[in-house]
């Protein structure tokens, strides 16, 4: 809320004072370009927030939400403007609450060590067909910014199978 009002009310300057640039990406951007305007923006969104959720100190998982099928968790991650690894997009639900509708969706990390070594996460499930149990089975390990291990070998896969069915032409 307060980045959002603090650029508004720059009026399309730079809200920081070095501006970001691409041959010094680690350093930059850096500082507010207008700590008067920046101390306005928080007081009065600081305001508003409080009155709307109780407190200005709400945790961003009490407002911003992960809802599928009936499970609601805390939601971490934002837009992308605001520099997070876990980028999301959300509505407002009718109860106020915003709900994550579109952003990260697939992420691993890869160790290419002996042997290789992988973790990844689908976040809205590996499944889309309504009913699957699979739609919403890895929403919890997002909300906990959590990962699961990838199944590399034919031995892992056949391990863990769930169903096994021939394909007979």
Same mark, same amino acid.
């Given at each position: 809320?307060?980045?959002?009002?603090?650029?508004?009310?720059?009026?399309?300057?730079?809200?920081?004072?070095?501006?970001?640039?691409?041959?010094?990406?680690?350093?930059?951007? $850096?500082?507010?370009?207008?700590? /008067?305007?920046?101390? %306005? #923006?928080? &007081?009065?969104?600081?305001? +508003?927030? !409080?009155?709307?959720?109780?407190?200005?100190?709400?945790?961003?998982?009490?407002?911003?939400?992960?809802?599928?099928?009936?499970?609601?968790?805390?939601?971490?991650?934002?837009?992308?403007?605001?520099?997070?690894?876990?980028?999301?997009?959300?509505?407002?639900?009718?109860?106020?609450? $915003?709900?994550?509708?579109?952003? /990260?969706?697939?992420? %691993? #990390?890869? &160790?290419?060590?002996?042997? +290789?070594? !992988?973790?990844?996460?689908?976040?809205?499930?590996?499944?889309?067909?309504?009913?699957?149990?699979?739609?919403?089975?890895?929403?919890?390990?997002?909300?906990?910014?959590?990962?699961?291990?990838?199944?590399?070998?034919?031995?892992?896969?056949?391990?863990?199978?769930?169903?096994?069915?021939?394909?007979?032409?």
């Amino acid at each position: 809320a307060w980045w959002g009002e603090y650029v508004r009310r720059m009026q399309g300057k730079s809200p920081y004072a070095a501006p970001w640039k691409a041959d010094d990406p680690l350093n930059t951007p $850096f500082g507010l370009s207008d700590a /008067t305007v920046a101390t %306005a #923006a928080l &007081e009065a969104v600081a305001r +508003v927030v !409080a009155q709307t959720y109780g407190s200005a100190d709400v945790p961003w998982g009490t407002v911003y939400r992960l809802r599928r099928d009936g499970l609601d968790y805390p939601a971490n991650g934002a837009g992308g403007e605001y520099g997070v690894f876990r980028v999301l997009g959300f509505t407002r639900d009718t109860d106020g609450k $915003f709900v994550a509708n579109q952003g /990260t969706s697939y992420v %691993a #990390a890869i &160790e290419f060590g002996t042997p +290789v070594r !992988a973790v990844s996460l689908i976040g809205y499930g590996n499944a889309s067909r309504t009913g699957s149990p699979h739609r919403t089975d890895q929403l919890m390990l997002f909300a906990n910014k959590e990962s699961k291990p990838v199944w590399r070998t034919r031995a892992d896969v056949i391990a863990h199978l769930e169903l096994r069915e021939a394909v007979v032409r």
